[in-house]
């Protein structure tokens, strides 16, 4: 028995998981255990012998439970730290996107739309503020002289280097650099020569995009996201899909949530029309994929302004107020 003892003793040590330990438990002082039956058969034995074995099993008994014990104790410290490597949270993350004082009313906005994304399982992604043509044009199914270049008036530097009219390049990037499944969000500032009571010459937008093989997505999937999100933003208001052209999309679409000013029934924000325009979307063109060499894909995108989003929740008419940094303006949000 003292030789079978030392082997038990012994094998503790080898013991790789907290299941091991439990099995050696019951193995050793289970009910039907190798020590709850010896301490059984004491009964049987003369009165002097009877007190020799019980001291050697007890002994045996508090060893065992004593190394039993510190084993689990640091094979559940092993593992406790294993998993919190595991999940550890880098939480420098997503300061390189957004500033840490983020009460901006524009930030704010932001912040709210990308916890949506995030939460749908959407990677953040970022690229320069300063394109070349390529990425911010040629890729977009925006060739030269192409028309739908004047409608977003470009800061030019020499060489064909820009200032991204758009968040869409941070799209052509990602499809460069990544591999299929994508599932993405771009925020980001952008530039436009413009300046009035709702353009602002830098403004924010958000653009997503989510590509997998062909077939595999279609418009119903963008609908359904998109119409979740505009709950999520603006509350309890209708939304409708019209049909629309972009460049690097085909079909595309804009879309429009009954006006939040007048609940639908007309005013002057929504021109009387009940209906405000809120973002664009579509299926992307296979032009687009062409030009990143992707083949048997599918995929949708949408964009948004952050500054309109701004000003239809908090109810402002004067897209200059957000830019002004008057606090006694900025104080009220
Ligand atoms: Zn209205």
């Known amino acids: 028995m003292e030789a079978q003892m030392e082997q038990i003793i012994a094998k503790i040590s080898t ?66 730290n294993e998993n919190l490597s595991k999940e550890a949270i880098d939480a420098s993350l997503f300061s390189a996107l957004r500033p840490k004082s983020s009460g901006h009313p524009i930030y704010q906005t932001m912040d709210r739309i990308i916890d949506f994304f995030v939460n749908m399982n959407f990677s953040i992604q970022s690229g320069p503020l300063v394109e070349d043509d390529f990425h ?12 739908a270049r004047d409608m977003q008036d470009t800061f030019y530097f020499k060489d064909s280097m820009l200032l991204r009219t758009h968040t869409s390049p941070v799209q052509i990037r990602t499809m460069e650099k990544d591999s299929l499944p994508i599932r993405m969000i771009a925020p980001g500032s952008v530039f436009r020569r413009d300046y009035d009571l709702t353009h602002s010459p830098m403004f924010h937008q958000v653009e997503g995009l989510v590509v997998d093989k062909k077939d595999s997505i279609s418009f119903s999937h963008l609908k359904y996201i998109l119409e979740d999100f505009l709950h999520f933003m603006f509350g309890d208001v209708k939304i409708r899909f019209r049909s629309s ?15 939040v000013f007048c609940k639908g029934e007309g005013c002057r924000v929504c021109s009387h029309t009940g209906w405000l325009e809120v973002l664009g979307c579509g299926i992307v063109n296979d032009k687009v994929f062409e030009s990143v060499g992707y083949k048997d894909v599918s995929g949708y995108a949408f964009g948004l302004g952050v500054e309109r989003f701004a000003m239809l929740i908090h109810r402002v008419n004067d897209l200059r107020s957000f830019f002004e940094t008057d606090l006694r303006v900025l104080e009220q949000f």
């Open 15 to 80: 013991l790789q998981t907290l299941q091991e330990v439990e099995n050696l438990r019951v193995e050793i002082m289970g009910k039907k255990g190798i020590l709850t039956q010896q301490f059984a058969e004491l009964k049987n034995l003369p009165d002097e012998q009877k007190k020799i074995q019980a001291k050697i099993l007890n002994t045996f008994k508090q060893e065992f439970e004593s190394k039993l014990i510190e084993k689990k104790e640091s094979l559940f410290t092993a593992q406790m």
């Open 136 to 147: 911010n044009f040629e890729a977009l199914n925006l060739p030269k002289f192409h028309p």
């Open 245 to 259: 052209f972009f460049p690097f999309t085909e079909p595309s679409a804009e879309v429009d949530i009954s006006c």
